[in-house]
Structures are given as structure tokens and as C-alpha cells.
């Protein structure tokens, strides 16, 4: 029985056999061909060297007409020797390299994998090749092979390390007020509903953090300025965020009213928002707040506003 074992065992590694898998290649016109052709070896060793893999690269001039018919890539390269095919897109957004990896599964006729790799130069593409070949072969996203350590990321590389570094902003927003817990259920001694609008200069002072300068006008009846903060939870996506705003209110529709009193006084005003679109450049929210003023009759409204953010371009 056991020289059967012993047997069996000697010959069980001739019964495994290199899963096949054929790379398309073609000549893009944003990343020259040296780099093309690194960045394609650098993968084709790290996955062969590691994996259990047969590479074979076929170049098709006509591949970006079709790259995403997956019929059509089966009829041209589907005949029985390959598992998977392999295609690279290369794109520039401003001075990165997008570098994008989708795997068309021929045995169940889809694509079973898209994986975007982002360098900002050449030294990048050890990393890039890296990634994309322990994507493939140990078949997880990126993001997964982040978590459990086989992989680390530099997918918040430049663009917001620059955010971190001081890039500056300007926002505005409009809104709506209702007043709230007053004394005299007004806002400034006048309004119990009150328009807003805002201007505001914003520093991005790290990761997760802005300071902001702002300058509100609660139509017809207020003047306010305030430093501000807000933490972001999770930069460049879309995201919810917290804060406060701290300053000084001038009410000047109170006047009239209270000649002899208080007309303004100390802002306080917390605040939470949701950024719907937080890219590079420009981000929309929404936000809320509760504004308090302490005036002789401590003002104070509820808050919903929407604006939009312009940053500059760091460079």
C-alpha cells in the first residue's frame, strides 16, 4: 500500500497542467512603447514566476475597436487553448497613468475583473506590475489584497497628498433657516424664516481635515464671520462629514426692534454635510447646522444649505 502512496505521489505532479492564459497587446497612443513593453514583461514575470501560469502575448493593432465585446474577443482568440484573456487600457487623466486591467473569463463568456492601477511616473510601473499580477493570480480585487497585507496601496497618492499640503479652496452655498429655540420664536427680531447664503475660503490641512473661513448673510436680517472645521471621512469619494463653525454675528434687523439691547453677538454653529461628488477639482454637498446666536434673546435657527466647492489646481 504504501509504494502505491509512494507512486501516486511521484506522478501527481505530472497530472497538473499551467492554466493558459493569452495577453492582447496593442500600441496606445498615451504611454510610449518602452514603458508599454516594461510595464507588460514586469507583469508577465512576477505572474509566471509566482503563479502557476502559461503567458502568451498576441498583438492586435484593431484591439481598442472591440476591447469590450466579449463575443467578439472569443471568436478571434477563444479556441481552446485559453482559459483567460488579458487587456491592458492605458489612459492619462492630467499627469497620471491609468493603467487598466480586464480579464475576460472564456469558460463562463464574461468579464470577471476590472482593476484600475494609477502611476504618476516610471518608477511606478514595478508597483503597477506587481499589483496587477497578485490581482490575477490570487483572483481578489486589489482592495482585498490591500486589507490582508499581500499588497499595499498608493491609490491616495499625489492627488491627495496635495489636498493635505495646503490646496485652497473657495465654496458657496444657499440655504434655508428656521428659527428655532428663541425667545421670541423670531431670527434677528424680525424673521422666523430666513434665506442664507454663504461665501467661504477653504485650506485643506490634512487627510481628513479642512479649515475654512466664512462669511454668511442671513438675507435681511444678519452679518456673520466664522472659522470653521470639518472632518472628512473618507477624502476623494463621496462621503459624510462633521464640524463646527465659531465667530461673531452682527444682527442688525434686531436694531429696531431692541434699540437698547444686544444686537449681536458669538456664532456657534455645529454642522454635518455629505459630499455627493468629491473630485480633485470640485466637490457638491449638501449640509446642516443648527446656528446660535448669543444675543440678549439667544437667536437660533435650523439650517439646510447646498453649495459647491472650486479648488485650485496645485500646481
Known amino acids: 500500500m504504501k509504494k502505491i502512496i509512494l507512486f501516486l505521489a511521484i ?11 493569452i495577453l492582447l497587446d496593442y500600441t496606445p497612443t498615451s504611454i510610449d512603447t518602452d514603458a508599454r513593453e516594461s510595464f507588460v514583461n514586469l507583469f508577465i514575470d512576477n505572474l509566471t514566476g509566482t503563479y502557476d501560469f502559461n503567458v502568451v502575448t498576441k498583438m492586435d493593432t484593431t484591439l481598442p475597436e472591440y476591447w469590450g465585446d466579449k463575443n467578439e474577443i472569443s471568436n478571434k482568440y477563444n479556441n481552446g487553448k485559453y482559459s483567460k484573456a488579458i487587456i491592458f487600457k492605458y489612459y492619462y487623466i492630467e499627469d497620471r497613468l491609468i493603467i487598466r486591467m480586464t480579464i475576460l473569463d472564456f469558460n463562463h463568456q464574461k468579464f470577471v475583473m476590472n482593476e484600475n492601477f494609477t502611476i504618476s511616473n516610471a518608477m511606478e510601473l514595478t508597483y503597477a506590475a506587481k499589483c496587477a499580477s497578485t490581482v490575477l493570480g490570487e483572483n481578489k480585487s486589489k482592495d482585498q489584497l490591500v486589507k490582508v497585507g499581500l499588497l499595499t496601496s498608493n491609490e491616495i497618492p499625489d492627488k491627495l497628498k496635495s489636498r493635505r499640503n495646503g490646496l485652497s479652496s473657495v465654496a458657496g452655498s444657499c440655504g434655508y433657516m428656521w428659527s428655532a429655540f428663541t425667545t421670541d420664536h423670531l431670527y ?28 454668511d448673510l442671513p438675507v435681511a436680517a444678519a452679518l456673520s464671520a466664522s472659522i470653521g472645521y470639518s472632518y472628512i471621512f473618507q477624502p476623494i469619494t463621496n462621503t459624510p462629514y462633521l464640524g463646527f463653525d465659531f465667530g461673531a454675528e452682527y444682527d442688525y434687523a434686531r436694531k429696531s426692534l431692541y434699540p437698547n439691547n444686544s444686537i449681536g453677538g458669538i456664532l456657534l454653529r455645529p454642522k454635518a454635510g455629505f459630499i455627493f461628488m468629491n473630485t480633485y477639482y ?19 435657527g435650523f439650517e439646510l444649505r447646498a453649495g459647491i466647492i472650486f479648488r485650485n489646481s496645485g500646481k
Do not use: C, H, M, Q
Open 282 to 300: 470640485t466637490s457638491v454637498y449638501i449640509e446642516s447646522g443648527l446656528r446660535v446666536v448669543t444675543t440678549d434673546f439667544w437667536d437660533s
Open 11 to 21: 506522478l501527481f505532479p505530472f497530472f497538473l497542467f499551467s492554466e493558459n492564459i
Open 188 to 215: 434677528a427680531g424680525n424673521y422666523k424664516k430666513v434665506l442664507l447664503l454663504n461665501l467661504s475660503f477653504i485650506t485643506e490641512t490634512s487627510k481628513n481635515s479642512r479649515i475654512s473661513i466664512n462669511f
